[in-house]
C-alpha cells in the first residue's frame, strides 16, 4: 500500500469537491476540485519535464494557490519539495542550487500552472514509502551554511495526523492563513490541518490588521506567529465581539510573551494555544485544546513523541525521538551524526526543563547560553523579568565578550527608559550574576521571516560593549 502523504490529504478532501478550499477577502473562491484538477495539471507538466520520484522541484515564489497546487504536485509525482524565501537573493539560491540539485526550479506559480493546461493530467499519485523523502527545508543557517533537514512522507503524515486530533479540527472550522508557505508552519502545519479536515482557507497574502479583524468573524481558527497578537492587541477594533466566532487562536514559530498570553485573555477572554516546533520535526509540544493552558509552557509532547532531558538534568537540552522526527541533514552524514545520540535521540539544540506536570517549558538556545563568571544564565528567565518593567515592550537578553567574567549579560531593549533604573529594578528581583550589566536600548529587533529574534545579529552589533566602556 503506498503511503504518499498526497493520498492522505486529498483522503481527507470533502467528497463534494465544489466546496471551498481558498476564499479571498474579495469573496471569490477556489474550490477543492480546482484545487484536485490544478495539481493534476502540475503533476503532469512536471512528469513532462523530467520530474521522476526522488527529484528536488525547488520553488521559490510568492505565495499563491497556484504555489499550494505545484508544492501537491511535487508529493503526487513521487518528488523532494524544495520551499525557498521569496526573499532570497541569487547568491543564495544559487548555494540552495548546487546544494540540493533541483531538476526544477519553479519562480513563477501563476506562470507554471497557465503552462500546465496543456499538460496531460497526472491520475494517480506515484506510490511512496513511508520513509521515502518529501521535502527538505533549509533551516535558517544564523550559524553558518542553511541545512537542508529531510522530512518524509511518513513523518509528515503522523504530525499531521496528530495536529488533526490534538486540536480538534473538523469539516465546520475554517481556517484564517495569514502565514508564508515557505515555511513548515504556513506549508505543513497549517495547510494539513484544513486538508484532513476538507476544511476552507481564508487566504491572506500576508498578514496585515485589517485584512485579518475583516476576516475574524467568518474564522474558527487562527494560527500566527506572536507578532501577529501583539500587532493585534495594539488595535482597538480587536474586541471580544471581533473575536467571538473563534475557537482557537495558536501561536508558534517564536517565543510567545506572558505578557501578550495574558492581554489576549483579558481582551477576548480566550488563551492562546502555545505549541513548539523546529524545522526538524514539525510540532514537538502542545498546549491541550482541553484543559490549562500556562503562560510560557509549551505543553505537552505530542502522541508518539518522546522527550527527554540531556543528562537527566532539570534544566538542560532537550532531546527527542518519534515518527515526526526526521531522517538527518541532505548530503551532510557528519552533521546529522553530530546532532543525533548514539541511543537515535534528536538533539534538539533548545533547552528547557519538564515540570512535574509534565508540561515543557523553554529556556532559550543552547547556543544562547550565557556562562558569566562561570554561572549558566538562561536569557529567557532574565527576558520575563525585564519584558515587566514599565518603559520595556520586549527584550532580547544575549551574552557578548566581557574582560572580567568572560561574558556579560547584556539586555536590548525595545523601548524607552533608564538604564540604571531599569537596571537597578531587575536586580531586586534577580541574583546578581544574572542581572544585565548593560540596558541597550533600541527602535526595533532584528528578526527571521516567522518573528524569531536573531540574537546572533545582536551579539555581532555589541560584541565590543564592555571593550569601549573598558576604554572610555
Known amino acids: 500500500m503506498s503511503e504518499n502523504l498526497y493520498e492522505l490529504l486529498a483522503g481527507g478532501f470533502p467528497d463534494d469537491r465544489s466546496q471551498s478550499c481558498f476564499v479571498f477577502a474579495d469573496g471569490s473562491e477556489i474550490s477543492y476540485g480546482a484545487l484536485e484538477a490544478g495539481t493534476s495539471r502540475a503533476a503532469g507538466l512536471l512528469v513532462a519535464k523530467g520530474v521522476r520520484p526522488g527529484d528536488r522541484v525547488a520553488l521559490q515564489a510568492e505565495k499563491s494557490p497556484q504555489a499550494v497546487m505545484i508544492y501537491l504536485a511535487a508529493l503526487k509525482v513521487g518528488a523532494v519539495f524544495l520551499p525557498l524565501n521569496p526573499a532570497y537573493t541569487e547568491a543564495e539560491i544559487a548555494y540552495f542550487r548546487a546544494d540540493a540539485e533541483p531538476r526544477v526550479l519553479i519562480t513563477d506559480a501563476p506562470g507554471f500552472l497557465a503552462e500546465a493546461e496543456a499538460a496531460e493530467p497526472l491520475a494517480k499519485a506515484t506510490p511512496r514509502g513511508a520513509g521515502d523523502l518529501a521535502a527538505i527545508i533549509y533551516t535558517s543557517g544564523t550559524t553558518g551554511r542553511s541545512k537542508g533537514a529531510m522530512l518524509s512522507h511518513g513523518n509528515l503524515a503522523a504530525n499531521a495526523v496528530a495536529l488533526h486530533e490534538i486540536w480538534g479540527f473538523s469539516r465546520a472550522d475554517v481556517l484564517l492563513h495569514a502565514l508564508p508557505i515557505f515555511h513548515v508552519h504556513g506549508l505543513f502545519v497549517a495547510m494539513h490541518c484544513a486538508f484532513l479536515s476538507g476544511a476552507p482557507m481564508i487566504w491572506l497574502a500576508k498578514f496585515g490588521e485589517a485584512e485579518v479583524l475583516a476576516a475574524l468573524p467568518k474564522a474558527t481558527v487562527m494560527m500566527g506567529v506572536p507578532t501577529f497578537y501583539t500587532r493585534l492587541m495594539a488595535n482597538s477594533a480587536f474586541t471580544r465581539e471581533a473575536a467571538g466566532h473563534m475557537r482557537l487562536f495558536i501561536s508558534g514559530s517564536a517565543p510567545l510573551l506572558p505578557s501578550t498570553f495574558a492581554e489576549l485573555e483579558a481582551r477576548t477572554g480566550m488563551r492562546i494555544l502555545e505549541r513548539y516546533g523546529m524545522s526538524e520535526a514539525v510540532i514537538i509540544t502542545s498546549n491541550p485544546l482541553q484543559g490549562e493552558r500556562i503562560a510560557g509552557s509549551v505543553g505537552y509532547p505530542l502522541p508518539g513523541v518522546e522527550l527527554r532531558i540531556a543528562g537527566g538534568d532539570q534544566t538542560g537540552v532537550i532531546e527527542i525521538r518519534g515518527p515526526s522526527v526526521f531522517a538527518g541533514y541532505w548530503r551532510n552524514p557528519e552533521k546529522t551524526a553530530e546532532e543525533f545520540t548514539a541511543d537515535g535521540w534528536f538533539v534538539t539544540g533548545d533547552v528547557g526543563r519538564r515540570d512535574a506536570d509534565g508540561r515543557v517549558w523553554i529556556s532559550g538556545?543552547?547556543?544562547?547560553?550565557?556562562?558569566?563568571?562561570?554561572?549558566?544564565?538562561?536569557?529567557?528567565?532574565?527576558?520575563?523579568?525585564?519584558?515587566?518593567?514599565?518603559?520595556?515592550?520586549?527584550?532580547?537578553?544575549?551574552?557578548?565578550?566581557?574582560?572580567?567574567?568572560?561574558?556579560?549579560?547584556?539586555?536590548?531593549?525595545?523601548?524607552?527608559?533608564?538604564?540604571?533604573?531599569?537596571?537597578?529594578?531587575?536586580?531586586?528581583?534577580?541574583?546578581?550574576?544574572?542581572?544585565?550589566?548593560?540596558?541597550?536600548?533600541?527602535?526595533?529587533?532584528?528578526?527571521?521571516?516567522?518573528?524569531?529574534?536573531?540574537?546572533?545579529?545582536?551579539?555581532?552589533?555589541?560584541?565590543?560593549?564592555?571593550?569601549q566602556a573598558a576604554s572610555d
Do not use: W
Open 365 to 467: 538556545r543552547a547556543k544562547d547560553l550565557i556562562i558569566s563568571g562561570g554561572y549558566n544564565v538562561y536569557p529567557k528567565e532574565i527576558e520575563l523579568v525585564i519584558d515587566e518593567l514599565t518603559g520595556v515592550a520586549e527584550s532580547a537578553v544575549i551574552g557578548v565578550p566581557h574582560p572580567d567574567f568572560g561574558e556579560g549579560v547584556v539586555a536590548v531593549v525595545l523601548g524607552r527608559g533608564e538604564e540604571g533604573a531599569i537596571i537597578a529594578e531587575a536586580r531586586r528581583r534577580l541574583a546578581a550574576y544574572k542581572t544585565p550589566k548593560r540596558m541597550v536600548f533600541v527602535d526595533d529587533l532584528p528578526r527571521n521571516a516567522m518573528g524569531k529574534v536573531q540574537k546572533n545579529l545582536l551579539r555581532d552589533r555589541f560584541k565590543d560593549l564592555f571593550a
